[in-house]
């Protein structure tokens, strides 16, 4: 199996790591993002892939992912609204408070959520419903795909010597 995988990815190469890693963030089920991040580092070393492309093939599909989601439900949080059941009560003022929370700490919340296994598949659609601005989304997302995304395949880079 590992061999047909490693062959797939050395044939499409940078492409399939990218829509791997897209199609990750966008919520597909599979393997763990992290497993996925670090064969991705193992094979720039064996199978002859460029570790910075890999690298930045990773972080542009992490955060591309990331913000796709996050506009999707930044757009779409009237529609849901709009289709949400009546005897579903949404508390206002607890997200209004959430809101003013996040926007107060500069984005550091949202920070450490990307950074934070199992929590960070589902930061963009709690960013997106919380209206936070693209600006602040944007630049927070960068560096924590930066870190994670980076971190996870340059991990598997030197742990698979």
Same mark, same amino acid.
């Given at each position: 199996m590992t061999e047909f995988?490693?062959?797939?990815?050395?044939?499409?190469?940078?492409?399939?790591?990218f829509c791997i890693v897209l199609l990750q963030e966008l919520g597909m089920p599979g393997l763990p993002?992290?497993?996925?991040l670090l064969y991705f580092g193992y094979l720039?070393?064996?199978a002859g892939l460029s570790y910075p492309i890999v690298i930045c093939i990773a972080v542009?599909?992490?955060i591309l992912g990331s913000f796709i989601l996050y506009l999707l439900f930044y757009y779409g949080k009237n529609l849901l609204a709009s289709i949400k059941p009546r005897w579903l009560r949404l508390p206002?003022?607890?997200?209004?408070?959430?809101?003013?929370k996040i926007i107060s700490r500069? $984005?550091?919340?949202?920070?450490?959520?990307? +950074?934070?296994? &199992?929590?960070r598949s589902y930061l963009p659609v709690v960013a997106g419903i919380l209206q936070v601005q693209h600006l602040v989304y944007g630049r927070?997302?960068?560096?924590?795909?930066?870190?994670?995304? $980076?971190?996870?395949?340059?991990?598997?880079? +030197?742990?698979? &010597?």
């Amino acid at each position: 199996m590992t061999e047909f995988l490693t062959n797939y990815i050395v044939t499409y190469g940078y492409l399939a790591i990218f829509c791997i890693v897209l199609l990750q963030e966008l919520g597909m089920p599979g393997l763990p993002n992290e497993l996925v991040l670090l064969y991705f580092g193992y094979l720039s070393r064996q199978a002859g892939l460029s570790y910075p492309i890999v690298i930045c093939i990773a972080v542009i599909g992490d955060i591309l992912g990331s913000f796709i989601l996050y506009l999707l439900f930044y757009y779409g949080k009237n529609l849901l609204a709009s289709i949400k059941p009546r005897w579903l009560r949404l508390p206002v003022q607890r997200i209004s408070s959430l809101k003013k929370k996040i926007i107060s700490r500069n $984005g550091r919340n949202i920070f450490i959520a990307k +950074l934070t296994p &199992f929590v960070r598949s589902y930061l963009p659609v709690v960013a997106g419903i919380l209206q936070v601005q693209h600006l602040v989304y944007g630049r927070i997302i960068l560096c924590a795909a930066i870190i994670w995304s $980076g971190g996870w395949v340059t991990a598997g880079w +030197l742990l698979f &010597f």
